[in-house]
């Protein structure tokens, strides 16, 4: 019986030394745990026996323990690269379709070939879907999908409208509308430009030119009155049902018989476009500030293309809308508080975060992101029960209970940090110190069996 006791004891020490090994093996592991190898007594009798001089029989492995504590944070330099501070798991799926789920702490993610974010062995990281403000639709596991991060951004959009907050300097001289020129800044008190686009989503540059008219000048009412013509790719292009305005020489605009209609524009004393008495603005001729269509400008006398030639739609038309927003004051040059415009162009992949809360969002080259989702996470009531599958990768069993999906940044489950990845949690020189205990213990046992070899031969010598 005392060789079996010794036997086990070296069986133990060996456990023992398998699981230190394997923690020191691991040591550079990204989302590595440690095990603990945790050892009970053998001890047998019946109702019979003497428990005064029974002797136990030995010891055997218990348990090999995982240890979820918290591994220290690298930084990267890969948005993709997440760490969690918390209790959490990232939830991955074998692959795209899979309800399959597996769990894991190492988060080194990359792009597959087809934008979907996967770890080295090509398991999928899973997604809440979200809606427009961040928030999460439904925190479901079987409701999660793989991110994926798209390379473009949706489909050209034509512009519409522009939306301008504007002032305009109420110091500057009046000039003489007939002698515009956009060739020659002296002809024209400001201007402005924005970029636009076609129903293809080619690029056009929409340019504002502001006068301040001299024919205004000096007369009781409406002397602060403005005329405003547009250009686009430097072609001019009429304001529908606008004021025409004929040039001399020796503007580029004197062409014989050429006419271009501005937006007349008529500010208040207070440097207010005009309104009535009841607050209904008025200084707007035409009320509504819109080109023509964009096909027909410009016109055949000034020569040149036309605007749209590429078989976009010739009947886009552009609206610019300042309201209220459109002011002039003394003491200031002229300045643009706001532009935007509605119209958008295929965008290329710049940009990809992911927040704390693990709200992925790609941001492309037209100005315009999106949110792609919220990196799922799951908690467990027994962490150390769950199934090692290898990979730094788990599964749920009857020791671990269920998944618990959660998000990051609520409850217990941790913050997510992009750019950083979770080191092992293996503390190098414990584990030295546990593999000297442990070759100790085998050292032991081993020579209490030889002690128990040797008084078996000499009992087996007896005569």
Same mark, same amino acid.
């Given at each position: 019986?005392?060789?079996?006791?010794?036997?086990?004891?070296?069986?133990?020490?060996?456990?023992?030394?398998?699981?230190?090994?394997?923690?020191?093996?691991?040591?550079?592991?990204?989302?590595?745990?440690?095990?603990?190898?945790?050892?009970?007594?053998? +001890?047998?009798?019946?109702?019979?026996?003497?428990?005064?001089?029974?002797?136990?029989?030995?010891?055997?492995?218990?348990?090999?323990?995982?240890?979820?504590?918290?591994?220290?944070?690298?930084?990267?330099?890969?948005?993709?690269?997440?760490?969690?501070?918390?209790?959490?798991?990232?939830?991955?799926?074998?692959?795209?379709?899979?309800?399959?789920?597996? +769990?894991?702490?190492?988060?080194?993610?990359?792009?597959?070939?087809?934008?979907?974010?996967?770890?080295?062995?090509?398991?999928?990281?899973?997604?809440?879907?979200?809606?427009?403000?961040?928030?999460?639709?439904?925190?479901?596991?079987?409701?999660?999908?793989?991110?994926?991060?798209?390379?473009?951004?949706?489909?050209?959009?034509?512009?519409?409208?522009?939306?301008?907050?504007?002032?305009?300097?109420?110091?500057?001289?009046?000039?003489?509308?007939?002698?515009?020129?956009?060739?020659?800044?002296?002809?024209?008190?400001?201007?402005?430009?924005?970029?636009?686009?076609?129903?293809?989503?080619?690029?056009?540059?929409?340019?504002?030119?502001?006068?301040?008219?001299?024919?205004?000048?000096?007369?009781?009412?409406?002397?602060?009155?403005?005329?405003?013509?547009?250009?686009?790719?430097?072609?001019?292009?009429?304001?529908?049902?606008?004021?025409?305005?004929?040039?001399?020489?020796?503007?580029?605009?004197?062409?014989?018989?050429?006419?271009?209609?501005?937006?007349?524009?008529?500010?208040?004393?207070?440097?207010?476009?005009?309104?009535?008495?009841?607050?209904?603005?008025?200084?707007?001729?035409?009320?509504?500030?819109?080109?023509?269509?964009?096909?027909?400008?410009?016109?055949?006398?000034?020569?040149?293309?036309?605007?749209?030639?590429?078989?976009?739609?010739?009947?886009?038309?552009?609206?610019?809308?300042?309201?209220?927003?459109?002011?002039? +004051?003394?003491?200031?040059?002229?300045?643009?508080?706001?532009?935007?415009?509605?119209?958008?162009?295929?965008?290329?992949?710049?940009?990809?975060?992911?927040?704390?809360?693990?709200?992925?969002?790609?941001? +492309?080259?037209?100005?315009?992101?999106?949110?792609?989702?919220?990196?799922?996470?799951?908690?467990?009531?027994?962490?150390?029960?769950?199934?090692?599958?290898?990979?730094?990768?788990?599964?749920?069993?009857?020791?671990?209970?269920?998944?618990?999906?959660?998000?990051?940044?609520?409850?217990?489950?941790?913050?997510?940090?992009?750019?950083?990845?979770?080191?092992?949690?293996?503390?190098?020189?414990?584990?030295?110190?546990?593999?000297?205990?442990?070759?100790?213990?085998?050292?032991?046992?081993?020579?209490?069996?030889?002690?128990?070899?040797?008084?078996?031969?000499?009992?087996?010598?007896?005569?």
């Amino acid at each position: 019986m005392s060789m079996s006791i010794s036997v086990s004891g070296i069986n133990a020490a060996q456990k023992h030394l398998d699981v230190t090994s394997n923690n020191i093996a691991n040591v550079n592991t990204i989302g590595f745990k440690n095990s603990r190898a945790e050892f009970a007594d053998m +001890y047998a009798n019946s109702i019979f026996t003497d428990n005064r001089t029974a002797v136990g029989n030995g010891v055997q492995t218990a348990c090999v323990s995982q240890q979820f504590s918290q591994g220290s944070l690298t930084t990267t330099k890969n948005a993709l690269d997440l760490s969690i501070k918390g209790d959490g798991f990232f939830v991955l799926s074998p692959d795209a379709n899979s309800l399959d789920r597996t +769990y894991t702490r190492a988060g080194a993610f990359q792009c597959d070939d087809d934008g979907y974010v996967v770890n080295s062995m090509g398991s999928y990281l899973q997604v809440y879907d979200v809606n427009n403000d961040g928030t999460v639709k439904s925190v479901s596991l079987d409701s999660t999908h793989p991110l994926r991060i798209p390379s473009s951004a949706g489909s050209p959009e034509m512009t519409t409208r522009v939306d301008s907050s504007m002032t305009l300097p109420a110091d500057t001289p009046y000039l003489n509308v007939k002698s515009f020129d956009p060739l020659d800044s002296t002809t024209f008190n400001a201007s402005t430009s924005v970029k636009v686009y076609d129903s293809l989503g080619e690029a056009h540059t929409a340019t504002y030119y502001f006068i301040k008219d001299q024919e205004a000048q000096g007369a009781a009412t409406d002397a602060n009155t403005w005329q405003m013509f547009m250009f686009i790719d430097d072609k001019p292009v009429d304001i529908e049902n606008g004021n025409d305005k004929e040039f001399i020489a020796p503007s580029s605009l004197s062409k014989a018989g050429f006419k271009l209609k501005s937006a007349q524009i008529v500010f208040d004393d207070k440097g207010n476009v005009k309104t009535n008495d009841t607050g209904e603005i008025t200084g707007y001729t035409p009320a509504i500030i819109k080109t023509v269509a964009l096909g027909t400008a410009p016109v055949a006398e000034y020569g040149g293309d036309k605007i749209i030639t590429s078989g976009a739609n010739a009947e886009q038309q552009i609206e610019y809308l300042f309201g209220k927003n459109l002011h002039m +004051y003394g003491g200031t040059s002229f300045s643009v508080e706001a532009i935007s415009q509605n119209g958008s162009t295929v965008g290329q992949l710049t940009n990809v975060q992911i927040d704390d809360k693990g709200i992925a969002s790609a941001t +492309y080259s037209n100005g315009t992101s999106a949110k792609l989702g919220m990196i799922a996470m799951a908690n467990f009531a027994n962490p150390q029960g769950l199934t090692q599958i290898g990979d730094t990768c788990w599964r749920k069993s009857l020791d671990s209970g269920d998944a618990v999906p959660c998000q990051a940044t609520v409850g217990t489950a941790g913050a997510i940090q992009s750019s950083a990845l979770e080191e092992s949690n293996t503390d190098l020189a414990t584990q030295l110190v546990e593999l000297i205990t442990a070759q100790r213990h085998y050292q032991a046992n081993s020579r209490a069996l030889e002690v128990n070899n040797t008084v078996m031969d000499s009992i087996l010598n007896v005569r």
